[in-house]
């Protein structure tokens, strides 16, 4: 996790994008510094909350991160974290494209439970060993 500082960019274990990850922010984190609004800064943050069921919701927003934790707790849209609450920001990364926090949005939404427990930690090494394929290829 990251403590007062940026966290080493996921980039390298998502995929490559446009114009890269600015940076990333998670619990550990300095919230004050975390919770940028877009009047802040341009772009976009990839997030993951951490639910009272202790299941993972993964969501992109252009708002603050405040704002956008703020009405998930609220049950203001309704859906998944609804019946969650509350819930805790566990893991973020601002992107300059909102394209590109859509598309680390739905790619870290595949991964399994472990992937995304070694993301939250900031495991990378984890994040690449969990990627290997575990059986093999059928023979030709």
């Given at each position: 996790?990251?403590?007062?500082?940026?966290?080493?960019p996921?980039?390298?274990?998502?995929?490559?994008l446009?114009?890269?990850?600015?940076?990333?922010?998670s619990k550990?984190?300095?919230?004050?510094?975390?919770?940028?609004?877009?009047?802040?800064?341009?772009?976009?943050?990839?997030?993951m909350?951490?639910?009272?069921?202790?299941?993972?919701?993964?969501?992109?927003?252009r708002?603050?991160?405040?704002?956008?934790v703020?009405?998930?707790?609220?049950?203001?849209?309704?859906?998944?974290?609804?019946?969650?609450?509350p819930?805790?920001?566990?893991?973020?990364?601002?992107?300059?494209?909102?394209?590109?926090?859509i598309?680390?949005?739905?790619?870290?939404?595949?991964?399994?439970?472990?992937?995304k427990?070694?993301?939250?930690?900031?495991?990378?090494?984890?994040?690449?060993t969990?990627?290997?394929?575990?059986?093999?290829?059928?023979?030709?």
């Open positions: 996790m990251c403590s007062g500082r940026a966290c080493t996921l980039l390298p274990f998502l995929l490559t446009r114009n890269g990850a600015k940076r990333s922010v550990g984190g300095n919230e004050k510094d975390d919770a940028r609004t877009m009047s802040d800064e341009p772009g976009a943050y990839a997030y909350l951490r639910c009272a069921d202790g299941s993972y919701y993964v969501g992109s927003a708002l603050g991160l405040d704002q956008r703020g009405e998930h707790n609220s049950g203001a849209y309704g859906g998944y974290t609804s019946t969650r609450r819930v805790t920001l566990v893991w973020a990364e601002h992107f300059q494209l909102i394209t590109d926090a598309a680390a949005e739905r790619r870290i939404k595949g991964w399994s439970r472990a992937k427990e070694a993301l939250i930690r900031g495991d990378y090494v984890a994040i690449g969990l990627a290997k394929r575990r059986t093999k290829l059928p023979q030709e």
